[in-house]
Antibody, heavy 126, light 107 residues
Framework: QVTVRESGPALVKPTQTLTLTCSFS??????????VSWIRQSPGKALEWLAD???????YYSTSLKSRLTISKDTSKNQVVLTMTNMDPVDTATYYC??????????????????WGQGTPVTVSS | DIQMTQSPSSLSASVGDRVTITCRAS??????LNWYQQKPGKAPNLLIY???ISQSGVPARFSGSVSGTDFTLTISNLQPEDFATYYC?????????FGQGTKVEIK
């Protein structure tokens, strides 16, 4: 079965770089239509998509955070890493790693998030 | 970026009620719309994708529909375990955007 798990520091200081690792099993990022995404949720707020990486190593980023984010994968380890530079207290949130895949039928090629990690809380404070 | 607007932001309902949540896209996105349920302290859970296709294991009381740029999630016969926050998300393109959420509370 598919499992997804996030790991990383619970506390970072302002201006530091956050590095989060997603470890997954039950699928491969070498398989067509498989992707891994990062999504975050600030306390009491809505979900915010951050970045994707797909089976073809294509990468996509949030418009507002693009300059601060880097996503990469290690398919041999079944891991995806997200780095976010210049952390600020407004970046305090729970960060989710999520599998994204595609519905490919009836003329649609549509992505959806089907397996979520439990989330890792990150606090930005000095 | 495509903006997704949900309404209402919250609602109160009773067990057994029929509940509808609406999501509107700022531009045409076809049926490229997904719905998620999130309970407090938990990760979201996929309910519906491509506007109206139910994810495996999702109870039949959850259904989705599309009309132009308006999307509706309907919960018929609301159950105690359905009290949660619901989010829509467009999958038309990147950046992938979510609605602001609709909290369904017990009346």
């Amino acid at each position: 079965q598919v499992t997804v798990r996030e790991s990383g520091p619970a506390l970072v200081k302002p201006t530091q770089t956050l590095t989060l690792t997603c470890s997954f099993s039950g699928f491969s990022l070498n398989t067509r239509k498989m992707c891994v995404s990062w999504i975050r949720q600030s306390p009491g707020k809505a979900l915010e998509w951050l970045a994707d990486i797909d089976w073809d190593d294509d990468k996509y980023y949030s418009t507002s955070l693009k300059s601060r984010l880097t996503i990469s994968k290690d398919t041999s380890k079944n891991q995806v890493v997200l780095t976010m530079t210049n952390m600020d207290p407004v970046d305090t949130a729970t960060y989710y790693c999520v599998r994204m895949t595609y519905y490919d039928s009836n003329g649609y090629y549509a992505a959806y998030f089907d397996y979520w990690g439990q989330g890792t809380p990150v606090t930005v404070s000095s | 970026d495509i903006q997704m607007t949900q309404s209402p932001s919250s609602l109160s309902a009773s067990v057994g009620d029929r509940v509808t949540i609406t999501c509107r896209a700022s531009q045409s996105i076809g049926s490229y719309l997904n719905w998620y349920q999130q309970k407090p302290g938990k990760a979201p859970n996929l309910l519906i994708y491509v506007g109206s296709i139910s994810q495996s294991g999702v109870p039949a009381r959850f259904s989705g529909s599309v009309s132009g740029t308006d999307f509706t999630l309907t919960i018929s016969n609301l159950q105690p375990e359905d009290f949660a926050t619901y989010y829509c998300q467009q999958s038309y393109g990147t950046p992938r955007t979510f609605g602001q959420g609709t909290k369904v509370e017990i009346k």
